[in-house]
C-alpha cells in the first residue's frame, strides 16, 4: 500500500506536493503529475 500525504492520515489529497513523494515510491503520480504535457504532446 502507499503511503498517504496530506494533512490528514484518513483524508486522500492528490495535490502537487503529495503526488512529488508519491512518485519517489510507484510511477503512476509521476504521469499524473506530467499528464497535461503528455496530453498536449498527443493531441498535436
Partial sequence: M???Y???QM???ANKDA????SKVHPLPS?????PKINS???K
Fill in 41 to 43: 504532446s498527443l493531441i
Fill in 31 to 35: 504521469l499524473i503529475l506530467h499528464w
Fill in 19 to 22: 503526488l512529488e513523494k508519491l
Fill in 6 to 8: 496530506g494533512k490528514q
Fill in 11 to 13: 483524508q486522500r489529497k
Fill in 2 to 4: 502507499l503511503p498517504v
